[in-house]
Structures are given as C-alpha cells and as structure tokens.
C-alpha cells in the first residue's frame, strides 16, 4: 500500500521535529507538559505543514492514549458519539486523545458536544486551526483549553527535513541521487515554511528524475514543481489581514523596503484591491495635509492599476507605495475628524447658531435666521472673526497642526490674517 514520503518520515520523537523550538525546544513550556503525562485540553494554532499533527501524535505516544483523528470539515457529531462509546472499554483503557483539525468547521452545536467529555477528562482534545482561535471557536471551547501558537519554520530548518526526505528516497529506491547546485536551498524557500509541501515536492522530484540507477533532480524541474507554492495566501484568512496590517504599518513607519516587500506578497496573491485600498486610507490617514497631493496622486495610481490588471499593475502601485512611504506623515486629519466624531456620538452637539442657519425662504428673517451672518468674502483676508459652532461647543478645539512644513504654513498664515482683525 502507497504511503507518502510525509507520512513515512514523520518523526515520532520530540527532538526529532523541525522548528518549534519556543515550546518544544529544551525547557519549552510544551515539552515539560508533555514529560510531566499531565496532557491538558490544547489548541495548536498556525499554518498548515509545520508540525501540529506530528505532535498530536508524538503526545499520544508518549502518553499511551488511544489517538483519533477527525478532520472538522468531513466530521459529524455522530463522529464524535462513536469515539465516546469506546470510552471506558479495553480499546482505550487509558483514555482517548482525540485530533480534531480545522476546528474552525466546527459550528457551535458540534463544538459544544465535546464539552462534556473534555470536562470529565475522559477524552483529551487537542485541536488544530489555521485561523485565530479567538474569532473561529467558541468561548466554551477556549476556556477550556490552552492556545499554543506554532510559527512559520525558516528556510534554513526546511532544508534538514528536505534533505533527510531525499536520503531516505535515495535507500528506498536502491538508487543515487544527484542534486543539481540550489535545489535544496530553492524547495526550502520557495514552499513557504510548509514542511509537508517540502517534502512533497521532494517525493515528486524522485519520482520524476529516476533514471537506471541514478535519480537527477535539475533545478529547473524544481522550479517547475514548487512554481506559486511560496504564496501562502487567503484572501479570507489570518495571512491576508497580517499582511494588510503589516503593509499599512510600514507605510506609516516610513520604511520604504519593508512597504514594497508586503506589496510584493499581496500582488504575488493576485490581490490588487486590498492592495489599493489600503493605500488610499494611508494617504488620508497617516500622510493627510503634510502632503495634500499624496491623496490625488496615489488615487490615480490605483485607477491605473486597476485598469492594467497584473503584470503591469505592480508598476503604478509600487509608485504610491513609494510615494507613501517616504512622504512627510501627518495624523492631524485623522485625529480631528474622530474627536469632532467622539463629541457626535456622545450626544454633544446643540442648535446650529441662528446666524448659520438657511435663510433662503420666505420668513426666515421673522425666525431670526441668518440675520447677523457675516459674509467673510467682504473683510480683508476674507475672514471675519464670527461664531460657528453651537454655543454647547463653541470651545471645541479638535484640528492640532502636525508638526510639517505644509501645515506649519498654513497655521502662520491664518494667525497673521486673524491676528490683523
């Protein structure tokens, strides 16, 4: 029966398993769990090929627990029912680890009939999601548990697993391999940490490069194999908002590498939109009135790209990126439109003065409305010093200058004007 490569070379002991060194590396909280036997209910959390099941799996062994595996987006609540009737019976007279991945399929009602069973310790549970727990399950499933995030694995730990892969298809297959200069180095990168996908690649590569007695694996067949597998990227998923987030913080923190290298993975997705969007918000938000023109020069960058689609959309919106990130940066827009909002929302807000109000109908004037409106365009600077704001708020102060050249001269400018009055 065809067993793949990943599941042949599995490791089966804690010292054996790439990358996790925060909680499985010597005195990590995780492996002392698992040494003291006392296996709490756990949540692993982290993209998929980077080891939590060949944990949950190492965990059973260690601790003689009968391991089942569910799969939430095949699974059923009579799954569930047919693991619990084994309880208690001599197929697990220890207790049952239940493997529960992609949790996050679970809905509320399948979630909640674990609870009984989890709460008792008669079965263990351990469930695996690619999504942040905190939004995809359920309270009552997460105050029962503990949340051990698994981090993406580097380029340089993938290549132990990848070169251990291709010795052990060298001895299975009776044959010798030969590496072409940068194989190893290009499936560690270009497969984006996923060890499974790694090794995947690898079993492929053996398979097509077995010639008589010798296996040649070219890098150009590499490149073919694992061509768009380093884009680790769901438009719907955590990755997408993390680089979203991560692109909009580098904007604003003027670092112009770190902006165009998170440009670079949302474009590599194929995702313009999010891309542009995103941008646009900085002009307004974090560039605003230190450069006015960041505004019109970016939203016509952003047409452009939309209007060109990929490939040569990368061009117009590396130009705002650019832009953005080394212009000036202000947040007074943004400051003052949410403390004008702050009041509003808080009920603060009174009468519109009654010089303010419309005068553009019969009447108006036996209301008083407007009758002592002064015309700014008739006083030198085209300012007259007159209230605005509702008498509540007249006091309110919610525009702060930022600290930059074109706010600055806007400031001198009205106080030598209102000044002069």
């Known amino acids: 029966m065809y067993q793949p490569l990943a599941d042949k070379i599995r490791p089966t002991e804690?010292?054996?398993?790439?990358?996790?060194?925060?909680?499985?590396?010597?005195?990590?909280?995780?492996?002392?769990?698992?040494?003291?036997?006392?296996?709490?209910?756990?949540?692993?959390?982290?993209?998929?090929?980077?080891?939590?099941?060949?944990?949950?799996?190492?965990?059973?062994?260690?601790?003689?627990?009968?391991?089942?595996?569910?799969n939430a987006t095949t699974?059923?609540?009579?799954?569930?029912?047919?693991?619990?009737?084994?309880?208690?019976t001599l197929l697990a007279p220890n207790g049952i680890?239940?493997?529960?991945?992609?949790?996050q399929y679970f809905n509320k009602k399948q979630q909640q009939s674990l609870l009984e069973f989890i709460e008792s310790g008669k079965i263990t549970l351990i469930a695996s999601t690619t999504e942040n727990p905190y939004f995809y399950v359920y309270n009552a499933i997460l105050s029962r548990s503990t949340v051990f995030?698994?981090?993406?694995?580097?380029?340089?730990?993938?290549?132990?697993?990848?070169?251990?892969?291709?010795?052990?298809?060298?001895?299975?297959?009776?044959?010798?391999?030969?590496?072409?200069?940068?194989?190893?180095?290009?499936i560690s990168f270009a497969c984006g940490g996923d060890v499974r996908k790694s090794i995947n690649a690898v079993e492929l590569l053996c398979s097509a490069g077995s010639h008589n007695d010798e296996i040649n694996v070219t890098l150009e067949d590499t490149k073919i194999v694992t061509q768009k597998s380093s884009a680790r990227y769901d438009r719907d998923g955590d990755a997408h908002y993390d680089i979203l987030s991560?692109?909009?913080?580098?904007?604003?923190?003027?670092?112009?590498?770190?902006?165009?290298?998170?440009?670079?993975?949302?474009?590599?997705?194929?995702?313009?939109?999010?891309?542009?969007?995103?941008?646009?918000?900085?002009?307004?938000?974090?560039?605003?009135?230190?450069?006015?023109?960041?505004?019109?020069?970016?939203?016509?960058?952003?047409?452009?790209?939309?209007?060109?689609?990929?490939?040569?959309?990368?061009?117009?919106?590396?130009?705002?990126?650019?832009?953005?990130?080394?212009?000036?940066?202000?947040?007074?827009?943004?400051?003052a439109i949410e403390a004008a909002m702050a009041d509003v929302e808080a009920g603060r807000t009174g009468d519109v003065p009654a010089h303010l109000k419309d005068a553009h109908y019969g009447g108006a004037q036996k209301l008083g409305r407007g009758l002592t409106y002064k015309y700014p365009h008739d006083y030198p600077g085209n300012w007259i010093s007159q209230q605005y704001l509702p008498d509540e708020l007249k006091k309110a102060d919610y525009y702060k200058e930022g600290i930059n050249k074109a706010e600055q001269q806007a400031k001198q400018y009205w106080q030598k004007v209102k000044n002069n009055d």
């Open 14 to 70: 804690l010292d054996d398993v790439i990358g996790q060194t925060h909680i499985i590396g010597e005195n990590g909280i995780l492996r002392r769990i698992i040494e003291s036997g006392a296996i709490p209910n756990m949540i692993f959390y982290g993209p998929s090929g980077i080891g939590k099941t060949t944990l949950a799996q190492i965990i059973a062994g260690k601790t003689k627990r009968r391991l089942y595996k569910l």
């Open 75 to 88: 699974a059923s609540v009579n799954d569930i029912k047919a693991i619990v009737s084994e309880l208690d």
């Open 97 to 103: 680890l239940l493997y529960l991945d992609e949790i």
């Open 149 to 186: 995030e698994f981090k993406p694995i580097t380029p340089k730990e993938v290549e132990k697993a990848i070169r251990r892969a291709f010795t052990i298809c060298a001895r299975d297959n009776k044959k010798k391999i030969i590496l072409e200069e940068g194989v190893v180095e290009h």
């Open 246 to 335: 991560a692109f909009h913080k580098s904007l604003r923190g003027s670092d112009v590498n770190a902006s165009l290298h998170y440009l670079a993975r949302l474009l590599c997705g194929g995702d313009i939109a999010s891309a542009a969007r995103r941008m646009l918000c900085v002009a307004s938000e974090d560039v605003g009135l230190a450069y006015p023109q960041a505004a019109a020069i970016v939203k016509a960058c952003c047409d452009s790209a939309l209007q060109l689609g990929l490939p040569e959309a990368k061009l117009p919106l590396a130009e705002a990126c650019i832009l953005l990130a080394t212009a000036p940066k202000s947040n007074s827009v943004s400051a």
